[in-house]
């Protein structure tokens, strides 16, 4: 029996120490490393860096070409040998190469700010899949607590009505069918509570029976650690600024890239030959001749290049309109999102002086239908009316806090 009971006690605490706790701090910091989305994102910021050191690499190093080839009859003679080697450097191109250069990089800035877009994103879905889990834990909470209460009633209700204590059954018959409601609602907050908890292992990477406790959440003191909340600043100084800003200026380098093929290119070819085949003795000569070329190309495109430019010229206004209209939009969502704070606040406040109300009413009430001075309809309409204020205190509470992340994250 002693084995028995070291081995329960084993397995209690195991299960406890394999189950993860976690917090909204564990949420944010989660989502920011394993979340898959993100991990997309930061593929795509290796991708761009391999781009810029590849433009790097095409704008300060000269393209160099080994060559070789032979005819037949030297191949049998005498093999493959190194011939010639020779770099081509251009002197000018219209500055096509720096400003693919210069446009790589801003296309790594931009992996780089929409990296943090994305972790933004998802974090605030983790972080409402994280309170729609609560909440739905403490509507069950909640909802058990009614099915006690009335469960005691129905046990008191019950033995009267037995005792011939003149209790019309129903009073008793009420009592049953609103057990039997609230039963079924705890089916639904069930499987509401399962179903936020798996969208939150997914959002955090992990698998969707992964076994976790959620921490409980103060949405109060979480605010007073926030303190005053941001006015409406300069949203060119945001992420979402910083990307829309970066994205214009790609676009001005591709007008940049296009119109660089207006101009000729100039170059210097130095070349060096080791060998030299003669065809008649089907033998290689060595000669060790070096020489340095300049040279001038150009790719007459029949008006193709011209029709270029003005694409990109198009694409760059685009940009700009979509530039212009998007701060315009981040400004309308802090706006926004400040007038939703603000009113959750509002909101918060009422909702908890009107739980304390429906709270103390309850324990009247509770006093008053022991002693048959209402019905139980007056009763559980009490009852009813604390639960959903409860219900809706926590919501609003769990909201506010959403909001004041969502604004925030517009800041960064």
């Known amino acids: 029996m002693k084995k028995f009971i070291l081995l329960f006690v084993f397995f209690i605490f195991s299960m406890k120490g394999y189950s993860q706790e976690l917090g909204l701090k564990d949420i944010l910091e989660q989502i ?226 296009a119109k660089s093929d207006l101009y000729p290119t100039i170059y210097v070819r130095p070349s060096h030959t080791f060998n030299k085949e003669n065809t008649e003795t089907n033998r290689y000569e060595n000669v060790n001749e070096g020489r340095v070329e300049v040279g001038v190309r150009y790719t007459f495109a029949w008006g193709a290049t011209l029709d270029s430019v003005a694409q990109s010229k198009y694409q760059l206004n685009q940009a700009k309109i979509k530039y212009d209209d998007n701060i315009k939009g981040i400004e309308l969502e802090m706006r926004n999102k400040l007038g939703e704070i603000e009113a959750l606040v509002g909101q918060s406040e009422a909702q908890k002086k009107r739980m304390d109300f429906l709270r103390e009413n309850l324990k009247i009430d509770n006093l008053r239908y022991i002693n048959s001075l209402i019905t139980t309809f007056d009763y559980l309409n009490s009852v009813n009316q604390l639960k959903s204020a409860e219900e809706d205190y926590y919501i609003l509470q769990r909201s506010m806090v959403l909001a004041v992340i969502e604004y925030e994250n517009l800041y960064k």
């Not at 450097?89 to 800035?109: A, D, P």
């Open 32 to 257: 920011e490393t394993n979340n898959p989305e993100v991990q997309i994102k930061d593929l795509e910021i290796k991708i761009k860096e391999k781009g810029k050191s590849k433009a790097l690499k095409n704008f300060i190093l000269p393209e160099v070409n080994f060559s070789t080839e032979e005819e037949w009859g030297t191949f049998k003679n005498e093999g493959i040998a190194f011939k010639e080697i020779d770099a081509t450097i251009n002197i000018f191109e219209g500055g096509k190469t720096m400003n693919t250069y210069k446009r790589s990089k801003s296309e790594l800035e931009l992996a780089k700010q929409e990296k943090k877009i994305t972790v933004y994103n998802w974090q605030e879905a983790g972080v409402s899949a994280y309170f729609n889990n609560l909440n739905y834990k403490k509507q069950r909470e909640i909802t058990n607590l009614t099915i006690d209460a009335l469960e005691k009633q129905r046990g008191r209700l019950d033995a009267l009505y037995r005792n011939n204590k003149m209790i019309i059954k129903s009073e008793l018959l009420k009592i049953e069918a609103e057990l039997e409601n609230n039963k079924a609602l705890n089916y639904t907050n069930a499987q509401r509570e399962r179903m936020a908890k798996e969208t939150l292992m997914k959002l955090l990477g992990y698998k969707l029976d992964k076994p976790v406790i959620l921490s409980e959440f103060d949405a109060i003191k979480y605010l007073k650690t926030v303190g005053t909340i941001k006015k409406i600043e300069n949203p060119k100084n945001t992420t979402l600024g910083k990307a829309q800003s970066l994205m214009v200026d790609i676009a001005e380098y591709d007008v940049k890239i």
